[in-house]
């Protein structure tokens, strides 16, 4: 499976696969409909690698295959 993740707006929105991916209220990611484990696996990896690194300025497009 091919997982496509773009910055919608950094460090709060991001689309996965088409799906909106948020922060909520209560700083954690949420999104309207369940996504797959790959999808999962894929955003955590991209919140680890690019969201969470201080030095990335824009975040960028990312394509995750499995």
Excluded: Q
Excluded at 25 to 37: H, P, T, V
């Amino acid at each position: 499976m091919i997982v496509h993740i773009r910055p919608v707006k950094d460090h709060t929105k991001y689309t996965v696969n088409g799906h909106m991916v948020y922060k909520n209220e209560f700083k954690n990611w949420s999104c309207s409909i369940d996504l797959s484990a790959t999808e999962i696996n894929a955003f955590l990896l991209y919140e680890k690698i690019i969201i969470n690194n201080s030095r990335i300025r824009k975040h960028i497009n990312a394509t995750y295959r499995n």
